[in-house]
């Protein structure tokens, strides 16, 4: 059944795109002066300490959510939400740009911008499906004339271009729209996701929307990938939410490390439902399993279905995206880092906003939780190593680790715990990390902890960015904190110096605790217990910059812990755009 209508589908849409039966219109006959990245005659600023070296980011404007990413015959392909004209967010567009490794990209033109009724006032966010016979296919949001929010289809112009550099919009846009009987609110309808094959060969799709306070994310079904007919009831909802954007739906392996496609069913297998909450600007995601026959995601008992769930970065990171990597059999997560500045700073300095490392993604062994770490592509970027032989911390040890460039580093470092029992006992009123991180920074004194890395620290350290953890004894069991601590990162008090924090589902009996943080300018991306726990950082120090910055392990409990391993690297510069 599935083969005869994996058939149909790939016959009917190859029919309709050679026939001229389905017309479809380019995007790039309308507007001309979209076409490439240097659209502002507004230049950069000349001083850019805060540019990332090995992060993507165009050369300049604004940036925010990933969209669509893919790998199309051999080449990565990521698209994002770009406003060609500005460092701030309007006139948006999909800026295109591909790679062979996911850390040296080229920019293309853009690749989807406004032509249509259907997207005259934007063209936000959505997801690429390659469909049967391995052809690309974009659902995105288009703003139409009366502001609603609408879903539209975009394909390749030439499938034999693996850059993918021309993109056709179908006239018959939009394909699914809100009206008087589905009641859908115009307002906040957005985002499509990877469409995935239902056994019944009909393709499905969520796109996040809201009524009231209720987050959902509204199903369709199409036989043919251009007539969508929504589904009676959501793939899934939670109350009190607000919106749900840029939600993502996805199958993850319980047996392997490896990868899924979109559309995997089976017994070995877990979903996952992620959501970016546009109340809070915060993600969560829960584990569960998709009900067939219903056609719903129902979460694990004990999935958080709320901002105060599961994340998969505790930091800066939002409007995430997956995709299935084809070449590597694994699952990639893009997210968006937006900056701790001002508007007006980000004006001045001609751009705003980074993308994260890409990231592998897999279901840990509990079962229970998402691990991530950074692709191995790019330790490709690694130089001058620097490596520490195990040493005692004793309270109050700060150790400068030097010969690398601290400014854009790659740092590896783990943790043996004996002490355990002058661990602090863990109030129970203390459920919240972030809160608790805030209230004992790196420079509040306890006993197992604080101990980690301060990073892009000045001589004198009057600026230092903290990455540590602390130990609590709770009932049955140690509690891991780990903090990314901003609140001495800059003397310039103008920046948002949040702290951030996570517990991290590790037994520091049985294990060592191991921290990695990419450092990069103004970004500081940490992974705690191996990528069980992750928290980004945007800081912008104004001592601490390319040469002035310098790299420490510290030690500010009063109980020693020993430092097993570091391993450092300068990281070279990527050729981004």
């Not at 296919?137 to 703003?143: D, N, Q, R, V, W």
């Not at 589905?182 to 906040?188: A, E, F, L």
């Not at 029992?421 to 306890?446: I, Y």
């Amino acid at each position: 059944m599935a083969f005869s209508s994996n058939f149909f589908i790939i016959s009917f849409l190859s029919f309709l795109l050679t026939h001229g039966i389905l017309k479809l219109e380019a995007s790039h006959h309308v507007h001309p002066n979209l076409q490439t990245l240097d659209e502002s005659t507004t230049p950069a600023s000349a001083n850019q300490p805060y540019r990332t070296g090995f992060h993507f980011q165009p050369p300049k404007n604004w940036m925010n959510d990933p969209n669509g990413p893919v790998i199309y015959k051999g080449i990565y392909h990521l698209f994002y939400q770009y406003n060609p004209q500005s460092a701030v967010w309007g006139n948006i567009v999909w800026a295109h740009s591909t790679s062979t490794d996911l850390v040296n990209w080229i920019a293309h033109d853009i690749a989807i911008y406004p032509t249509q009724r259907s997207d005259v006032n934007g063209t936000w966010s959505g997801s690429t499906t390659i469909l049967p016979g391995g052809k690309p296919a974009i659902l995105y949001t288009g703003i139409d004339p009366m502001k609603r929010q609408v879903q539209n289809l975009a394909v390749p112009k030439n499938l034999s271009d693996p850059y993918l550099r021309v993109w056709m919009k179908t006239p018959k846009n939009p394909l699914m729209a809100p009206n008087s009987l589905n009641q859908i609110n115009s307002s906040s309808f957005r985002d499509p996701t990877t469409a995935w094959l239902g056994p019944d060969g009909q393709w499905r799709v969520i796109i996040g929307s809201k009524i009231d306070r209720q987050g959902k994310a509204i199903l369709f079904k199409s036989k043919d990938f251009v007539n969508w007919v929504q589904s009676p009831q959501p793939l899934h909802f939670a109350n009190d939410n607000g919106m749900w954007e840029c939600p993502d739906f996805f199958p993850v392996s319980t047996k392997s490390h490896y990868g899924l496609d979109t559309s995997a069913l089976g017994s070995d297998l877990k979903h996952v439902l992620k959501v970016s909450l546009d109340d809070t600007k915060h993600e969560y995601y829960t584990i569960g399993t998709y009900d067939l026959a219903k056609d719903i995601y129902v979460p694990d008992q004990g999935s958080l279905n709320s901002d105060s769930g599961l994340r998969y970065d505790y930091g800066k990171f939002y409007a995430s995206k997956t995709f299935f990597d084809t070449a590597q059999n694994r699952r990639i997560l893009w997210g968006w880092i937006n900056e701790s500045s001002s508007e007006a700073a980000d004006i001045k300095k001609g751009w705003s906003g980074v993308q994260a490392i890409p990231r592998k993604i897999w279901l840990d062994q509990s079962g229970k939780q998402l691990v991530q770490w950074p692709v191995q592509e790019i330790e490709k970027l690694r130089a001058n190593q620097v490596t520490f032989p195990s040493k005692l911390l004793k309270g109050g040890s700060v150790l400068q680790v030097s010969g690398v460039t601290a400014s854009q580093a790659d740092v590896d470092i783990s943790f043996g715990i004996t002490e355990f029992e002058k661990a602090e006992v863990m109030d129970p009123k203390w459920t919240n990390p972030q809160e608790l991180c805030s209230q004992k920074g790196a420079s509040v004194k306890g006993n197992l902890g604080p101990f980690g890395l301060l990073v892009l620290s000045s001589k004198g350290l009057k600026e230092y960015t903290a990455v540590f953890f602390r130990i609590f004894k709770g009932n049955d069991k140690y509690v891991v904190l780990m903090c990314s601590d901003q609140s001495r990162s800059s003397l310039d008090n103008s920046n948002d110096l949040t702290t951030y924090g996570a517990f991290v589902d590790v037994d520091p009996v049985h294990q060592k605790l191991s921290l990695r943080s990419l450092i990069d300018h103004s970004m500081v991306e940490s992974f705690g217990g191996g990528g069980k726990a992750c928290i980004t950082a945007r800081v912008y120090p104004t001592l601490a910059i390319d040469d002035g910055a310098y790299l420490y392990a510290f030690n500010n409990g009063t109980g020693p812990v020993m430092m097993e391993k570091l391993d450092a690297w300068s990281m070279k510069k990527a050729r981004i755009n």
